[in-house]
């Protein structure tokens, strides 16, 4: 267990999964590892990222690999061109293969990706920032959200639960989210102008975080976000937390601030049956 999920082996392929998720029998999804791909250091193996320098070919084959985990073709794959922003987008069967084997028709600007439409595999790409998984198991909805710094304070997670009330008629105490691995507090050095826009975001301005050197700080992004979505009417049981940092678990997980930029990206997958 890694936290809130669990991780699965399948031959030298190793991703996570919620639980929570799994019970309802209602979606394949994932988070991957870095285990268990054919790319080389210092992408090594599972980088499914194509936009980092790699051999796209290693990429898509990684991709392959992972779809084929989860009984889903490559060819259904999602993918938004993350930014870093607060936009929201709802996907269906016609957009089925953008982004799947090139960055260059990925969505243009979207962090976050919804559908009420099985067999659309929504993908979001990480290496440090907080993975957010949502499913709502009564309108059977899915979403995932990016939420870096920048996006978690736009509220891209609260964001994504508002399109999903409002578009697709989904009740916030319904949703189940999930909150993937990411960098943890032991890691996450932030300076002050990060920590002011994290404290206008949140109700009562308390930022769970620890003074560190004068003018950083040591944050912790993913309770930020799950007090987010505290706020924005999640119950507090439906919310898997990973509590497991990248930079900490190298070996397992991509970090972008660990190994400098230079490396790979894990993905988070979410399809409806």
């Given at each position: 267990?890694?936290?809130?999920?669990?991780?699965?082996?399948?031959?030298?392929?190793?991703?996570?999964?919620?639980?929570?998720?799994?019970?309802?029998?209602?979606?394949?999804?994932?988070?991957?590892?870095?285990?268990?791909?054919?790319?080389?250091?210092?992408?090594?193996?599972?980088?499914?990222?194509?936009?980092?320098?790699?051999?796209?070919?290693?990429?898509?084959?990684?991709?392959?690999?992972?779809?084929?985990?989860?009984?889903?073709?490559?060819?259904?794959?999602?993918?938004?061109?993350?930014?870093?922003?607060?936009?929201v987008v709802t996907v269906g069967a016609a957009h089925a293969g953008r982004g799947a084997?090139?960055?260059?028709?990925?969505?243009?600007?979207?962090?976050?990706?919804?559908?009420?439409?099985?067999?659309?595999?929504?993908?979001?790409?990480?290496?440090?920032?907080?993975?957010?998984?949502?499913?709502?198991?009564?309108?059977?909805?899915?979403?995932?959200?990016?939420?870096?710094?920048?996006?978690?304070?736009?509220?891209?997670?609260?964001?994504?639960l508002h399109h999903m009330i409002e578009k697709h008629g989904c009740k916030a105490e319904?949703?189940?989210?999930?909150?993937?691995?990411?960098?943890?507090?032991?890691?996450?050095?932030?300076?002050?102008?990060?920590?002011?826009?994290?404290?206008?975001?949140?109700?009562?301005?308390?930022?769970?975080?620890?003074?560190?050197?004068?003018?950083?700080?040591?944050?912790?992004?993913?309770?930020?976000?799950?007090?987010?979505?505290?706020?924005?009417?999640?119950?507090?049981?439906?919310?898997?937390?990973?509590?497991?940092?990248?930079?900490?678990?190298?070996?397992?997980?991509?970090?972008?601030?660990?190994?400098?930029?230079?490396?790979?990206?894990?993905?988070?997958?979410?399809?409806?049956?």
């Amino acid at each position: 267990m890694l936290g809130g999920f669990k991780l699965y082996r399948c031959g030298d392929l190793a991703y996570l999964f919620v639980p929570s998720f799994a019970t309802t029998g209602l979606v394949a999804h994932a988070f991957t590892t870095r285990l268990g791909g054919v790319s080389l250091s210092p992408y090594s193996s599972l980088n499914l990222g194509l936009h980092v320098g790699d051999d796209p070919q290693k990429v898509i084959a990684n991709r392959q690999l992972i779809c084929e985990a989860l009984g889903v073709d490559i060819s259904r794959l999602v993918a938004g061109q993350q930014v870093h922003g607060d936009k929201v987008v709802t996907v269906g069967a016609a957009h089925a293969g953008r982004g799947a084997t090139s960055e260059g028709d990925a969505l243009p600007g979207v962090d976050a990706l919804v559908t009420g439409e099985p067999y659309v595999l929504l993908s979001s790409y990480y290496a440090d920032c907080v993975p957010l998984l949502f499913l709502d198991p009564v309108r059977r909805v899915i979403a995932l959200a990016h939420a870096g710094w920048k996006g978690t304070v736009q509220n891209i997670g609260i964001k994504t639960l508002h399109h999903m009330i409002e578009k697709h008629g989904c009740k916030a105490e319904d949703i189940l989210v999930a909150v993937g691995p990411a960098i943890g507090p032991c890691c996450y050095e932030v300076d002050a102008p990060v920590m002011k826009a994290v404290e206008m975001c949140l109700p009562g301005g308390s930022v769970p975080a620890c003074s560190g050197k004068p003018g950083r700080w040591w944050l912790d992004l993913p309770v930020v976000n799950y007090r987010l979505l505290l706020g924005a009417g999640v119950r507090a049981e439906n919310i898997s937390m990973a509590a497991c940092c990248t930079a900490c678990r190298d070996g397992l997980f991509y970090s972008y601030r660990k190994q400098n930029g230079s490396t790979g990206r894990m993905a988070s997958l979410i399809m409806l049956k």
